[in-house]
Nanobody, 115 residues
């Protein structure tokens, strides 16, 4: 079992920045692909970005060039640096960890982009 705890959400104006963090409870999470998903009201949950144990990252087209995902050296924490935020980025952001058939979710952190 891996527990994931997100932090860093909040209210930000359009064009602003936020950094989300997610800490995994087990050191074996270094083997996992870690990622961020989001779910806006009335919409399906979607992948924002993820990063493999080898450090290879992928992004949704809607956030390329604005968001950067990274993981620390011990690979227990994953970050999502979000720049040039837009109102359409408003959503609950969920941390995800998966390794083959194993998959875990955090409880989510709300990001609101509004003036």
């Amino acid at each position: 079992q891996v527990q994931l705890v997100e932090s860093g959400g909040g209210l930000v104006q359009p064009g602003g920045s936020l950094r989300l963090s997610c800490v995994a409870s087990r050191s074996s999470s270094s083997l996992y692909t870690l990622g961020w998903y989001r779910q806006a009201p009335g919409k399906l949950r979607e992948l924002v970005a993820d990063i493999g144990s080898n450090g290879v990252a992928k992004y949704a087209d809607s956030v390329k060039g604005r968001f950067t995902i990274s993981r620390d050296g011990a690979s227990k924490t994953v970050y999502l640096q979000m720049n040039s935020l837009k109102p359409e980025d408003t959503a609950v952001y969920y941390c995800n960890a998966h390794y083959y058939s194993l998959e875990y979710w955090g409880k989510g952190t709300l990001v609101t982009v509004s003036s």
